[in-house]
C-alpha cells in the first residue's frame, strides 16, 4: 500500500528543485534527469537510514525481515515518484517534441496537482465528513504549491 507522507515529501522535493535547478533555460537532458534522480535518490537513501536508526534506537533491537521490508517499502517511494519525471524526459528526449526545459516545466505543473490529489485523498480517508476533508485536505495541499511557486518567483527575479 502507498503511503501519503514520503508521497507528499518527495512531491514537494521534486517541485522545489524544479523550481530551484530550472531556473535557466540552458538546461539539457542529461541535467534534467540528474535533477529528478539526484534529490530522490539521496532523500530515498536518507530516510532508509533515519528509519532504520529511528526503528532500532524504539525497539533497542534491529529490525527483522518484515520491518525491514516496510523500512525499504517506505523509502522506495520516493523513487516511485521518478517515474513519470523520467518518462516525461525520456520522451521529450526521443520525439523532440519539447525541451529539457519544457519537461521540467511540465514536471513541476503535474507535481502541483499530484500534491492537490495527494492533499484531497488524505483528507478524504481523515476526516468523518469525507467532502470536507477532501476540500481541506486540497487547500493545504495549494497552499504548500504557492509557497513553492513564491520561492519560483523569488528566486527569478
Same mark, same amino acid.
Given at each position: 500500500?502507498?503511503? +501519503? *507522507? ?22 539539457? &537532458? ?35 525481515? +518484515? ?44 507535481? &502541483? ?7 484531497? +485523498? ?33 528566486? *527569478?527575479?
Amino acid at each position: 500500500m502507498l503511503d +501519503a *507522507e514520503p508521497l507528499i515529501y518527495g512531491t514537494v522535493i521534486i517541485m522545489t528543485v524544479m523550481v530551484v535547478g530550472a531556473d535557466d533555460t540552458d538546461v539539457d &537532458f542529461g541535467d534534467a534527469t540528474g535533477m529528478v534522480l539526484g534529490p530522490m535518490v539521496a532523500t530515498a537513501v536518507a530516510h532508509l537510514f533515519s528509519s532504520w536508526l529511528g526503528y532500532v534506537n524504539s525497539h533497542h533491537h534491529m529490525p527483522d525481515g +518484515a520491518d525491514r521490508r516496510h523500512l525499504l517499502w517506505h523509502s522506495a517511494h520516493f523513487l516511485l515518484l521518478t517515474v513519470v519525471p523520467l518518462i516525461i524526459i525520456g520522451l521529450g528526449r526521443v520525439s523532440g517534441l519539447w525541451s529539457a526545459y519544457g519537461a521540467l516545466d511540465t514536471i513541476s505543473d503535474l507535481a &502541483f496537482l499530484f500534491l492537490l490529489v495527494l492533499g484531497a +485523498a488524505s483528507g478524504w480517508h481523515s476526516s468523518k465528513r469525507k467532502w470536507r476533508g477532501a476540500i481541506l485536505g486540497g487547500l493545504v495541499a495549494i497552499v504548500v504549491g504557492l509557497i513553492v511557486t513564491v520561492l519560483k518567483v523569488v528566486l *527569478e527575479h
